[in-house]
């Protein structure tokens, strides 16, 4: 089983402000890496696939880069509506798809 | 409209048995991976397993292996996610989960809606 962390465990930040999430591999996963956002009391909604490609819907300023064993999501400019949990999850070696613990991000 | 619309909460016992459905529309269901995933209270989401309805070919991740049986009905593009005795620990919320945009297994695009399973003794 392919084992994912990420950091930081929490991220706090201001309205309008970049924020970066990190996601690390155990061992290289290629570009099989998808990150979710997931708010309370709701399902996770898909945000990058493939690394770096935004699903559909997904706003601009999402953006993911990185392959083999560290990935980065980016979020260019804090909206409201952005402060939630982000799960990054391989499928380069399945079974099973496993998901990182999570960073939050809560407003400063 | 594609989506997938999961069974509502269920209240069971320690021992009892069992299954919740998740059923998909707007789509061709059959030909769409679909998986289950579990949130335990206050924690991430872990993946149990998944089934292609047009084969029932079923995967299932080793630690939910022997716990639960995923099956899929294509007929009614319904899926469902059984267990024979439940435990206090199996407390949660079940997702199923569907890709029918992106073209990589694994990158899941449409969730349902959760099912909250409580167990009490």
């Known amino acids: 089983e392919i084992v994912m962390t990420q950091s930081p465990v929490t991220l706090s930040v201001s309205p309008g402000e970049r924020a970066t999430l990190s996601c690390r591999a155990r061992?290289?996963?290629?570009?099989?890496l998808a990150w979710y956002q997931q708010k309370p009391g709701q399902a996770p909604r898909l945000l990058i696939y493939?690394?770096?490609i935004r699903a559909t819907g997904v706003p601009a300023r999402f953006s993911g880069s990185g392959s083999g064993t560290q990935f980065t999501l980016s979020i260019s400019s804090l909206q409201s509506e952005d402060f939630a949990v982000y799960y990054c999850?391989?499928?380069?070696?399945?079974?099973?798809?496993?998901f990182g613990p999570g960073t939050k991000v809560d407003i400063k | 409209e594609v989506q997938l619309v999961q069974s509502g909460p269920e209240v069971k016992k320690t021992g009892e048995s069992l299954r919740i459905s998740c059923k998909g529309s707007?789509?061709?269901?059959?030909?769409?991976?679909i998986g289950w995933v579990r949130q335990m209270p206050g924690k991430g989401p872990e993946w149990m397993g998944v089934?292609?309805?047009?084969?029932?070919?079923?995967r299932y991740s080793p630690s939910f292996q022997g716990q639960v049986t995923i099956s899929a009905d294509k007929s009614i593009s319904t899926a469902y996610l059984q267990w024979s005795s439940l435990k206090a620990s199996d407390t949660a919320i079940y997702y199923c989960?569907?890709?029918?945009?992106?073209?990589?297994?694994?990158?899941?695009?449409?969730w349902g809606q959760g099912t909250m399973v409580t167990v009490s003794s």
């Open positions: 061992q290289s996963i290629d570009n099989n």
């Open positions: 707007g789509y061709n269901f059959a030909n769409y991976w």
């Open positions: 493939g690394a770096s």
């Open positions: 999850q391989q499928y380069h070696d399945w079974p099973p798809f496993t």
């Open positions: 989960a569907s890709q029918v945009e992106t073209p990589i297994l694994g990158a899941f695009d449409l």
């Open positions: 089934i292609y309805p047009g084969y029932s070919d079923t």
